[in-house]
């Protein structure tokens, strides 16, 4: 039973461009959360999703940032027009309905822009 | 927005010690979590505590739900070197979305052989 995917382990942007980060979660969960984590700090919540629907993004930035969970296929976290400050390592988590602490995090994606 | 406080930053210890960490917080917690992250890698939980004043052991770890259910410490008896790693506390449950884990800052541990 694999664990929480995410994709690509590294990613290297220049400024300007757009990140694409993916996150399958465990199967069976249909909870899905991105947290945001800069060097030797806690992670950050960001979003909450579940399929086809956005719970709680109170901790996406208001512009640039998005996200989604689609029926079908992955979670996708996307960045437009990167700038510095968007390197970090960016964390999905997945949860099955019903247990809202039993969370499962992928390894991570570590953003770093150029 | 909601903050905890985790200390200590960073320990030095021999191996064999017994480590103690711990978190407050100004805002109520209805589930305490602490996690372990090793370098590149994600947080993977360690103890989940779910009553105030529970008092919960996994194996060499031990973690207590603070009565105010504002703080929450954790114990690491007889220390060994893949214990190395940083320690993170997270709260969930207090206000906005109750799946929102809110996390510490972190304690780096170092095991000296």
């Known amino acids: 039973n694999a664990g929480v995917m995410q994709n690509p382990r590294h990613l290297v942007r220049r400024r300007g461009q757009e990140a694409r980060l993916r996150c399958s979660p465990v199967?069976?969960?249909?909870?899905v959360y991105w947290y945001r984590q800069l060097p030797e700090e806690g992670l950050k919540f960001m979003v909450y999703?579940?399929?086809?629907?956005?719970?709680?993004e109170s901790g996406m930035p208001k512009e640039r940032f998005s996200a989604e969970f689609p029926k079908e296929g992955p979670s996708i976290l996307r960045i437009q027009q990167v700038v510095r400050g968007d390197s970090a390592a960016y964390f999905c988590?997945?949860?099955?309905?019903?247990?809202?602490?039993?969370?499962?995090f992928g390894s991570g994606t570590r953003l770093t822009v150029v | 927005g909601q903050q905890l406080n985790q200390s200590p930053q960073s320990m030095f210890i021999q191996e064999g010690e017994d480590v103690s960490m711990n978190c407050t917080s100004s805002?109520?917690?209805?589930?305490w979590l602490w996690y372990k992250q090793d370098p590149g890698e994600g947080p993977v939980l360690l103890i989940a505590?779910?009553?105030?004043?529970e008092l919960t052991s996994n194996g060499r770890l031990t973690a207590q739900f603070g009565i105010t259910r504002k703080d929450s410490f954790l114990n690491i008896s007889a220390s060994i070197p893949s214990d190395v790693g940083i320690y993170f506390c997270?709260?969930?449950?207090?206000?906005?979305?109750?799946?929102?884990?809110?996390f510490g800052s972190g304690t780096q541990l170092t095991v000296l052989p």
């Open positions: 999703l579940q399929k086809e629907n956005i719970i709680d």
């Open positions: 505590l779910y009553k105030a004043g």
């Open positions: 988590a997945s949860s099955p309905p019903g247990q809202g602490a039993d969370y499962t």
């Open positions: 805002s109520i917690f209805n589930t």
């Open positions: 997270a709260g969930q449950g207090s206000s906005g979305s109750a799946r929102q884990l809110t």
């Open positions: 199967k069976g969960h249909s909870h």
